[in-house]
């Protein structure tokens, strides 16, 4: 009887057999990657149509006793349908900041952002507001360090994302403009364009600090950064000085403004650099007049400027006087190469007969 009850042992079979047809194969596929997509997402398993006849008051309640007890996925679904279900009721941005408060540790900052976004957005009279705007602060400042978002329910690290920390400091400007964070996010979003080169980005964010929020403790560094990014943008002496001018504007008033700051040795040392450099140009304007062209009337006025502007004991200033010099006693330019090919080309009407 025994051996009558006993169950047949049949021959072990390989996970998909040669034998087996398409559909066979289709059928194992298919289970292992549901079996796979349901442990990365318990949160299909949860069964809500009992939970979205609570009440909010309840369905928050739950959602809490849930993240408690670390069942995280059901606790962000029971918030999203408090928000999606009660979007007028006094749960509703709460549920949104408790959500994006599990995104944040989960690392998953975009969709905290979006969650935090939202509530700015749609309850401008929340009473959490402002601790809102921290959080949306605090991501910008995770991506800034090199922070990675987080995908697939936290379970995939993506790539670094400083590019997103801008943007998300610029919405965070936008929505609250006269905020006590705002100065240091427009710092930081001029620190982060300058990483990425984006020269114009960083000097719109100084600029708007300096202008906007004067008062604060990071403006007279702001102001001094903005001129050091004016000086560096200009390539060379002989380039339009445009950005040579801004810089010494910059630093006049940093000197003007800030005049008892710590940074006014270093404002006072960058607008003599700028000064010099400036006077270089047109020192280089004058040369090109006087050598290359053999015109020194035009080249004067040039030489003459920069000794207005330029250091007395600068380089550019002593230069300028021995060329002021060779111009009074009709001494000729050193000339272009095409002057050592081809002759000098004398103008009488301008140096006279030589």
Not at 141 to 168: H, Q, T
Not at 172 to 200: H, N, T, W
Not at 227 to 236: D, E, H, L, T
């Amino acid at each position: 009887m025994a051996t009558f009850l006993q169950r047949p042992k049949l021959p072990a079979k390989n996970f998909i057999a040669k034998d087996d047809g398409p559909r066979e194969k289709l059928w194992v596929v298919g289970r292992f990657f549901f079996a796979v997509l349901f442990f990365f997402m318990p949160s299909f398993a949860f069964a809500a149509k009992d939970v979205e006849r609570l009440p909010p008051a309840v369905m928050m309640d739950r959602a809490a006793a849930d993240e408690a007890a670390g069942k995280r996925s059901r606790a962000l679904r029971t918030y999203r349908l408090v928000a999606r279900n009660y979007p007028d009721c006094d749960e509703a941005p709460e549920s949104l900041k408790r959500r994006g408060m599990i995104m944040m540790r989960q690392h998953r900052y975009r969709r905290a952002f979006d969650c935090f976004q939202s509530i700015l957005d749609r309850y401008p009279n929340y009473s959490g507001y402002m601790q809102v705007v921290e959080f949306e602060s605090r991501i910008a400042g995770e991506l800034m360090d090199g922070k990675r978002n987080y995908l697939f329910w936290g379970k995939v690290p993506w790539f670094r994302d400083r590019s997103g920390a801008i943007d998300f400091l610029q919405k965070i400007v936008e929505r609250v403009p006269y905020g006590d964070f705002v100065p240091s996010a427009l710092r930081d979003i001029a620190k982060m364009s300058l990483k990425k080169k984006d020269y114009a980005a960083a000097i719109a964010a100084l600029e708007k600090l300096v202008d906007e929020y004067g008062n604060s403790p990071l403006a007279p560094d702001a102001l001094l950064q903005l001129a050091k990014i004016y000086r560096n943008r200009v390539p060379g002496s002989k380039y339009d000085q445009k950005m040579a001018r801004e810089a010494i504007n910059c630093y006049n008033e940093f000197l003007i403004t800030f005049p008892d700051s710590p940074l006014a040795p270093q404002a006072e040392e960058g607008l003599a650099e700028a000064m010099n450099f400036l006077a270089n140009g047109k020192l280089s304007v004058g040369n090109f007049y006087y050598d290359s062209r053999q015109n020194p009337i035009a080249a004067k006025p040039y030489y003459e400027e920069v000794l207005r502007e330029a250091p007395t004991d600068s380089q550019a200033a002593l230069e300028a006087e021995r060329r002021l010099a060779d111009i009074a006693d009709g001494k000729p330019g050193s000339g272009s190469p095409i002057d050592f090919l081809l002759g000098r080309y004398h103008r009488r009407d301008l140096v006279g007969d030589r």
